[in-house]
Structures are given as C-alpha cells and as structure tokens.
C-alpha cells in the first residue's frame, strides 16, 4: 500500500480504484502449463505479486500452478467492472485483490459474483477493522491482506532538540501534536509534517481512530453531524494555517521532504517504510509512536489504518474449489508465508499468528533498534472498525472543495451543512 496515497488524490469513482502503486503490464508464471493452472491478478510487482510469488512457493507445487498476472491497478479495476457489469466472466481470474475502501462498491453491485469465503476465513484469526469491508450479507468474500494501521514515524534527533523524550511522545492527542510541532518549529527551524491541503487521507486517518466515516454504519452520508469529521478537519486546517507543515503536492514530493530531512515526522500506514527507508543516512534516527488521537471525541484511539487491501475468489471462474484450497493454505493461515513476507516486502500482515512468529521481536536498525513489526500488529488490533461504505473517493472528491472552505477560514458548521447536501446529491444512496 506504499503509494496509497498518491492515487488516492485522483478523485476517482466507486469503481476507479485509486489506490497503492502501478505495476508493469505483465504476466508472470513458471512456465508450467496444465490444466489445473489457477489466474491470480493484482497490482504493483515488488509488493502484491511478491506476495503471489511467495505464497506460490510454499504451496504445495504438485497441487496448482499458478499463472500471476500484473497491471496497472487501474487496469485490474476496470477489467473487472466491464466484465461483471456486461455478465460475462470469460477472460477473469479464479483470484483477485481488491483494495478495502473499494471492497463494498464490488460487493453490493456484483453479490453473485464472489466466492463466499465463510468457510476459510475465520474472524478470530484475523485483525477485527477488516471484516466490514470484505463481508456483506453476514457472509464474507474477502481473505484480508496488508494492514494500512498507522504510526506516528518520528526524527527522534529533532525531536529531542526540540525537548522531547519517547516517552513523551506515546498515545498523545493531536492537540498535543501542534504543540510539539510549534516547539519543533521553534528550536529546530523544521516543520513537523508535510501536507498536501488536496489530499484528505490524513483526515481520513483521524476518522477511523474514532470509529467514524464519510457514512454512516448503514452506509448513509454522514457529513454535518460527524463530530470526528469536524474535528479532524479543524486539526488539518491547524496544520495547515499554522506553519507548522511544509506544503507539498503530490505523493513524490512527500516522500522527497522526508528523506532530506525537511520535516520532523510523517503520519502515515505501516507501509511507509519501504519509502522513508530509502534515506539510510537517517538510520538510525527514526522511531515510530502510535497514532495521534482526537481530543474530546469519545471513543478515539491512539491507533487507525489508511489503506489495505484483500484477496477475492471469484465464482465460477475455473476451479473456483482450487482457488479456494489455495488460499486456505497460504493467506489465510500460513505463518511461515507471513513472516517471509514480513522479510522481503515489509508486510504488517492482519493474520493475528503472524506476531508468532520470530521476524515479528526482531530489532529494525532504522528505527534505533525498535521492534516496530511487534508495535505494529500491537496497534493494528486497536484499530477501530467502520464502514467504508461505497463511496469513499467519490465523497472525498467532493469534500476536498469543501476542506478548502474550512482551510480559508469560513465557519465550518455552515460549510459542512452544505457540503452534506452536494454529497447526497452526488452519490447514490
């Protein structure tokens, strides 16, 4: 999910996906031809056809072959969409991932076109966040994959110059966060974070810590009366308007402003690292705390998630009984795939076992030698869970007009009064 957030400025509809990073346009497969070859689709090469790669490794190989197909995720999304929407499934794969906050838009508009995974995905296993995304109906389609939780990744240097300690640091509010980021400001010259004022995936991250969303739990738009999204937005105009941030616009000049040290920390989900790692200069320096809460909203933790994505079985694609065994015996259970993964692609698996596993208590010498895998699936089971609903880009693509609004300093009751009605007038309900 390490380029969640630089597609998710694109403002697509329901069943655009923008999300992680673009893979090649390419298939990939060991050359074994039969007919029992399952098809897999997803997106990004060094991530999520990794995890394909590996997971085709441990299964036993005289079972299946597996034929893994890389795109564009864009590609993938729209493939899909034109295929279930004209009914016609000829061409599809047996397997797919399908990001979160996209899960229900495919779910409620195609039911008959997933497996029901009921059978091999059992709720106690895996982080609780997930389930409202990939179930429907009190049946669930999805097998969860990466975790998007969030930590407060953090230049411990800086921090210290500007009088902060670790300890300081842990399970505090983001009112809490702009004081420490003006005494940073004040004493070290830096902005604490970067910002883009277009992209809402931070307000989106104080949301969930309140168990919140642009719907509601029934799916409904919940805009004027959302007390976390209010507040969530305040913070993000604070961030803004105080010149505490550096001003950025895009993905790449985020990361950019990390790595060369223009900034103090970065809020963001658990794939991060493979970016922020990219600056060994900076071993050493970095440490991640858990998330910043919402002040007096009721119910916030100091723990939430941006970005993930699942694994589908689409039915009466090929064998859809072989897709299934296969994806019993590797995403749904496997430690040792888990921890392989941990190892060459940074996964913070949602598979609970997967903290068993040795990797999970080892010391990271970027971050000063914290065990971040332990601290991450620690924080990923605090995070609350919510309905992502169907809609979330399409909403937020409305919303970010109406965050500007806030940003310049109109009265936010009125704003997102107005902002309810051109969102209900822009979604179906």
Excluded at 371 to 395: L, R
Aim: hydrophobic fraction near 35%; glycine fraction near 6%; include cysteine.
């Amino acid at each position: 999910m390490k380029n969640f957030i630089k597609w998710s400025l694109l403002g697509s509809s329901v069943f655009l996906l923008a999300a992680c990073s673009n893979g090649d346009d390419k298939t990939s497969d060991s050359g074994k031809k039969d007919n029992s070859e399952l098809v897999a689709w997803a997106w990004d090469p060094t991530y999520n056809i990794k995890a394909l790669e590996e997971a085709d490794k441990v299964y036993e190989p005289d079972k299946e072959n597996l034929k893994i197909v890389s795109s564009s995720q864009e590609d993938v999304v729209q493939k899909l969409n034109t295929a279930l929407s004209a009914n016609n499934k000829d061409g599809l794969p047996s397997i797919v991932l399908i990001e979160d906050y996209r899960a229900q838009g495919f779910l409620k508009s195609y039911p008959d076109a997933f497996e029901d995974l009921s059978d091999i995905v059992k709720k106690d296993d895996f982080a609780e966040y997930k389930f409202p995304s990939i179930s429907n109906d009190g049946k669930v389609y999805g097998i969860p994959f990466d975790s998007g939780v969030t930590g407060m990744y953090y230049r411990s240097d800086l921090l210290k110059e500007a009088g902060y300690e670790e300890d300081a640091l842990k399970d505090i509010t983001w009112d809490d966060y702009i004081k420490i980021a003006k005494d940073v400001k004040e004493k070290t010259g830096k902005a604490m974070l970067t910002v883009d004022p277009s992209d809402l995936g931070l307000v989106r991250v104080m949301m969930q810590s309140a168990g919140s969303w642009y719907t509601d739990k029934d799916g409904k738009v919940d805009i004027e009366n959302n007390d976390a999204l209010k507040a969530g937005l305040k913070v993000f105009a604070s961030l803004i308007k105080d010149g505490i941030s550096e001003p950025v616009a895009g993905w790449d000049a985020g990361v950019e402003a990390v790595n060369t040290g223009k900034v103090a920390s970065t809020v963001t989900g658990s794939w991060y690292s493979s970016s922020i790692k990219q600056a060994e200069d900076q071993t050493g320096k970095w440490h991640i705390a858990p998330t910043p809460k919402l002040s007096d909203i009721k119910g916030s933790a100091n723990a939430s998630n941006l970005g993930g994505s699942s694994w589908y079985v689409l039915k009466g694609v090929g064998d859809t009984e072989k897709a299934k065994a296969f994806m019993k015996d590797t995403f749904a259970s496997s430690k040792p795939l888990m921890e392989t993964l941990t190892k060459e692609i940074g996964l913070v698996s949602t598979l609970k076992a997967a903290k068993e596993t040795p990797i999970y208590q080892e010391p990271v010498e970027f971050y000063g030698d914290q065990k971040v895998y332990a601290d991450f699936s620690t924080w990923m089971n605090d995070v609350p869970a919510v309905n992502y609903g169907q809609d979330t880009y399409a909403i937020e693509t409305v919303m970010s007009e109406y965050a500007q609004q806030i940003i310049n300093g109109d009265d936010i009751d009125k704003v997102l009064k107005d902002a309810q009605k051109q969102v209900e007038a822009s979604v179906k309900q």
